[in-house]
């Protein structure tokens, strides 16, 4: 708009609260203006052979077209604006492509979106080039400038006040609140104000009131005009108290850019050009909420990344039930909480929505890692089904302010990390899951030059044996912690023996709590055989057995944590640890499972988050053990666990962590070591031998509809993987249907103690794992199911079909299919029977 012709916003960018002096640096931003006449006959459209990408240059909505199908895809509903479930608020989000929250020291968040408090007022431009469109907007609050005095001493307000006719004092009085340090309000923080107005001590101070409206501006404009008080004046007293001076600092340069690839949509938001007062940092930033999303009229679905997936039908009428959300690679223990009530996590950044005409899915290829998946249905705030990334952007961590009062203020980044925010949308003719997750395969391999079709012809049998926990022993009437054996070098060549004897194919060993002193063992800066196992003799004699079978070895361990170490085991909390932005060290808690808190009061083991270069090291040491041993590395953590270290000082973000990562395992695996890791998050994919206990089921959620292997389905076939181990689960036969269902291979846990050693420990999961207790059973599952699913490991999964409630079919790509029947009776229909609580392998052509 032309009255905001001339407007500038003057931030002051100061360094984020820390534990020394900042010196504050003025910058200058200015906003995004929308004119026009500048665009006037330019057409903002891409296209590619596919697709016509065309923008509303007076909104920045969009339409995709698949040329191919005729299917319009829109970046906002049409009928946003009269929706008639939907109030003011919800109208203005459903007709904006970014919606921001911002916060403050006092936790105060604020929603903010293009709609309202960009595109309403004209503050935003487009470019356009050959292959780009890019929207830059100024989001906020903006209040138009009127010259009247800002905050001001009592002194200099009286100057003009007593010039002023009786009826404009009283428009005075109304407007500012004479702010006295020794009549405050009961709400006043008298520290807070003193910062604002440091002369508060000595001499009154006029404030303008929030509530204040632009039409009583305007009269208190005309009225200080009357008594001589000019722009010149304005400008001067600003200048007085520069830090309440904040009209326009809640204001925010964000763009975003749109291009076509390969008849794909990629979505940009870079970082680095992200304007705003760091008083008022981004929290988070949601973008595009409503694309695609289907209206009470239509009929399909929502894919939410839940355990290996999992669809929420529209309209589907469980409006009682909270939303979806999902924290990509679960939660970044670099940031600090007091209370766990409910823990989320998706193995990878993907959501998607379906039509009967056809879908799509987004994938987040920059900053998964910092990255929620939204989603929720129609008949709550509003009429449309939608699912939406949104990203954590500045962090922040709570911090005392004085030890004499229980009062916090929250400390937060200096800056945004570097680079760009990338979502990849892919359209797809097909409207199923399974054509869904077949493009996420395509987009993997692409991603992913080194994750191919690598996987074995036989479904893998992982072994993990538990070499010894840890446990409270008295010495001299002293307590102390020692090892408490479980499986020794000796028993695990008996295990290897009598397992192995089955014939299996494709069968590894997982050795865990074999260093260091058990399971949570100690730093392995320097790696020790733990005391009780045997001696290095032994460890090869079961190396050597393990490879005259044939079966693979991993050494298992832990690196992003430090359990049960000092600096008697090289660990320094000082140095070695990851610290919050409150520069505290993390260390992390155990919380209650019945009321939600920390039980560090309970004496229960906390443990300390290491830094993520000195996670690097740790990896590097196993790796080079297990390389000389010439056997394989387990990482316990590293590919399921992924946390930032935000100490101030050398802060590393959760993506730069994740990329480290991704660096040492790329190397480790170029030295011709096999790696195992657990659950598998989607960038670890490239560098797995194995992956183990994947996630095949995900936590429960009244919302959803039904579970489905999508995840499965995009990777089966390019790696080794496993469900959870048999013997742990709840119902073992469950869990090997599960299996079956989803192209997994089987894992079990064993060790060869009684486990009565076990009782008043804290690895009590562990109870039901005696080998002796489990062998018959675990031989009758995995022989059969090695048979059964013979040759069927390295073939990719071409589809998945819900039949009936607990009743499944997955069709290989040589069209064999394997049912799976969870329930209690036999299902039948025209084409097969399956028996009650089996799988049954139909092979093509019998």
């Known amino acids: 708009?032309?009255?905001?012709?001339?407007?500038?916003?003057?931030?002051?960018?100061?360094?984020?609260?820390?534990?020394?002096?900042?010196?504050?640096?003025?910058?200058?931003?200015?906003?995004?203006?929308?004119?026009?006449?500048?665009?006037?006959?330019?057409?903002?459209?891409?296209?590619?052979?596919?697709?016509?990408?065309?923008?509303?240059?007076?909104?920045?909505?969009?339409?995709?077209?698949?040329?191919?199908?005729?299917?319009?895809?829109?970046?906002?509903?049409?009928?946003?604006?009269?929706?008639?479930?939907?109030?003011?608020?919800?109208?203005?989000?459903?007709?904006?492509?970014?919606?921001?929250?911002?916060?403050?020291?006092?936790?105060?968040?604020?929603?903010?979106?293009?709609?309202?408090?960009?595109?309403?007022?004209?503050?935003?431009?487009?470019?356009?080039?050959?292959?780009?469109?890019?929207?830059?907007?100024?989001?906020?609050?903006?209040?138009?400038?009127?010259?009247?005095?800002?905050?001001?001493?009592?002194?200099?307000?009286?100057?003009?006040?007593?010039?002023?006719?009786?009826?404009?004092?009283?428009?005075?009085?109304?407007?500012?609140?004479?702010?006295?340090?020794?009549?405050?309000?009961?709400?006043?923080?008298?520290?807070?104000?003193?910062?604002?107005?440091?002369?508060?001590?000595?001499?009154?101070?006029?404030?303008?009131r929030e509530a204040t409206k632009d039409h009583q501006k305007q009269k208190l404009e005309e009225a200080f005009a009357a008594v001589g008080y000019t722009e010149e004046e304005y400008e001067k007293?600003?200048?007085?108290?520069?830090?309440?001076?904040?009209?326009?600092?809640?204001?925010?340069?964000?763009?975003?850019?749109?291009?076509?690839?390969?008849?794909?949509?990629?979505?940009?938001?870079?970082?680095?050009?992200?304007?705003?007062?760091?008083?008022?940092?981004?929290?988070?930033?949601?973008?595009?909420?409503?694309?695609?999303?289907?209206?009470?009229?239509?009929?399909?679905?929502?894919?939410?990344?839940?355990?290996?997936?999992?669809i929420i039908n529209f309209n589907n009428g469980k409006t009682n039930f909270s939303a979806y959300y999902a924290q990509v690679y679960g939660w970044d223990y670099g940031m600090k909480r007091d209370v766990v009530v409910d823990e989320t996590r998706a193995a990878f950044p993907v959501f998607g929505i379906a039509h009967t005409d056809g879908a799509m899915i987004s994938i987040v290829d920059e900053y998964s890692s910092i990255a929620t998946i939204q989603a929720d249905i129609a008949g709550k705030r509003h009429s449309y089904n939608y699912a939406y990334a949104s990203y954590d952007m500045v962090h922040g961590s709570k911090m005392d302010i004085s030890a004499k009062s229980d009062n916090t203020i929250i400390s937060y980044e200096k800056s945004l990390p570097e680079g760009s925010i990338r979502q990849t949308y892919h359209f797809i003719e097909g409207n199923t899951y399974s054509d869904m997750a077949a493009?996420?395969?395509?987009?993997?391999?692409?991603?992913?030059?080194?994750?191919?079709?690598?996987?074995?012809?036989?479904?893998?049998?992982?072994?993990?044996?538990?070499?010894?926990?840890?446990?409270?022993?008295?010495?001299?009437?002293?307590?102390?912690?020692?090892?408490?054996?479980?499986?020794?070098?000796?028993?695990?060549?008996?295990?290897?023996?009598?397992?192995?004897?089955?014939?299996?194919?494709?069968?590894?060993?997982r050795?865990?709590?074999?260093?260091?002193g058990g399971i949570n063992h100690s730093l392995p800066k320097d790696i020790d055989l733990t005391s009780g196992m045997g001696g290095k003799k032994e460890l090869d004699a079961l190396i050597s057995l393990a490879d005259s079978l044939g079966v693979e070895v991993y050494l298992n361990g832990h690196t992003q944590n430090a359990y049960d170490s000092s600096v008697f085991d090289g660990f320094f909390k000082s140095r070695d640890a990851a610290k919050y932005i409150s520069r505290e060290v993390v260390e992390i808690p155990v919380f209650s499972n019945i009321w939600f808190g920390d039980l560090y009061k309970s004496r229960m083991d906390t443990h300390f988050l290491l830094r993520p270069s000195v996670c690097v090291?740790?990896?590097?040491?196993?790796a080079e053990y297990a390389q000389d041993k010439n056997v394989g590395v387990g990482f316990e953590d590293v590919g399921y666990l992924l946390s930032g270290d935000?100490?101030?000082?050398?802060?590393?973000?959760?993506?730069?962590?994740?990329?480290?990562?991704?660096?040492?395992?790329?190397?480790?695996?170029?030295?011709?070591?096999?790696?195992?890791?657990?659950?598998?998050?989607?960038?670890?994919?490239?560098?797995?031998?194995?992956?183990?206990?994947?996630?095949?089921i995900g936590k429960e959620s009244l919302l959803l509809d039904a579970k489905v292997p999508f995840y499965e389905i995009a990777i089966h076939g390019l790696v080794d993987y496993t469900g959870n181990s048999v013997n742990l689960s709840g119902d073992p036969l469950d869990t090997v249907l599960k299996c079956a269902e989803t192209g997994a291979g089987l894992s079990f846990t064993f060790y060869a103690e009684s486990s009565s050693l076990l009782q008043g420990t804290e690895y009590m999961e562990y109870f039901g794992s005696n080998y002796d207790g489990w062998k018959a059973r675990a031989t009758t599952y995995a022989t059969r199911y090695q048979k059964e699913m013979e040759g069927l490991n390295n073939r990719y999964i071409t589809e998945h079909r819900i039949l009936a409630d607990g009743v499944t079919a997955t069709v290989y790509e040589d069209n064999t299919v394997v049912y799976v029947n969870?329930?209690?009776?036999?299902?039948?229909?025209?084409?097969?029977?399956?028996?009650?609580?089996?799988?049954?392998?139909?092979?093509?052509?019998n």
Not at 51 to 74: C, I, N, P, R
Not at 106 to 116: D, M, P, R
Not at 617 to 622: A, I, K, P, Q, S
């Open 646 to 696: 935000y100490n101030p000082r050398r802060p590393v973000s959760r993506e730069a962590s994740m990329k480290m990562q991704a660096e040492k395992l790329a190397e480790i695996k170029a030295a011709g070591v096999p790696i195992t890791m657990t659950a598998g998050n989607e960038y670890a994919l490239p560098y797995a031998t194995l992956l183990t206990e994947v996630n095949l």
């Open 1 to 208: 708009m032309k009255k905001f012709s001339k407007l500038l916003i003057f931030l002051l960018l100061a360094g984020v609260l820390s534990g020394c002096a900042e010196e504050k640096v003025e910058k200058e931003i200015v906003l995004r203006e929308y004119d026009e006449e500048e665009y006037a006959g330019t057409e903002f459209k891409l296209e590619s052979n596919d697709l016509l990408f065309e923008m509303d240059k007076a909104t920045t909505q969009f339409t995709v077209t698949q040329k191919s199908t005729g299917k319009v895809w829109s970046s906002n509903p049409a009928g946003a604006a009269e929706d008639p479930l939907a109030d003011s608020a919800s109208k203005r989000l459903l007709q904006s492509t970014l919606v921001l929250e911002y916060s403050t020291v006092n936790e105060l968040a604020v929603i903010l979106n293009t709609f309202e408090h960009s595109i309403t007022n004209g503050l935003y431009s487009l470019e356009k080039t050959d292959d780009s469109i890019k929207v830059n907007y100024s989001i906020g609050k903006v209040s138009k400038k009127f010259i009247i005095p800002p905050s001001v001493p009592e002194e200099r307000m009286m100057e003009f006040y007593n010039q002023m006719e009786r009826s404009d004092q009283k428009r005075v009085d109304n407007a500012y609140r004479k702010i006295d340090l020794n009549s405050l309000l009961a709400t006043d923080d008298k520290d807070a104000l003193l910062a604002l107005y440091p002369d508060l001590e000595t001499t009154c101070v006029y404030e303008m």
């Open 617 to 622: 090291t740790l990896m590097g040491n196993l």
């Open 511 to 516: 050795y865990t709590g074999w260093l260091n």
């Open 439 to 509: 493009a996420y395969r395509e987009d993997l391999m692409e991603k992913y030059p080194d994750l191919q079709k690598n996987a074995s012809a036989q479904a893998p049998v992982s072994i993990e044996l538990i070499a010894a926990v840890d446990r409270v022993k008295q010495v001299l009437g002293m307590p102390v912690t020692l090892p408490e054996v479980l499986t020794d070098f000796t028993d695990a060549q008996n295990i290897l023996n009598d397992f192995a004897a089955n014939g299996y194919s494709n069968l590894s060993l």
């Open 237 to 310: 007293d600003l200048l007085v108290y520069p830090a309440s001076s904040d009209e326009n600092k809640k204001v925010y340069n964000i763009s975003i850019v749109y291009r076509l690839e390969d008849d794909e949509l990629v979505v940009e938001i870079p970082l680095e050009e992200i304007e705003y007062n760091s008083e008022f940092p981004i929290t988070e930033l949601t973008v595009l909420p409503y694309f695609g999303a289907g209206s009470t009229e239509e009929e399909g679905f929502l894919f939410v990344p839940e355990g290996s997936g999992a």
């Open 822 to 845: 969870k329930n209690a009776t036999v299902y039948t229909d025209d084409t097969v029977t399956i028996p009650a609580r089996d799988y049954l392998v139909e092979r093509s052509g």
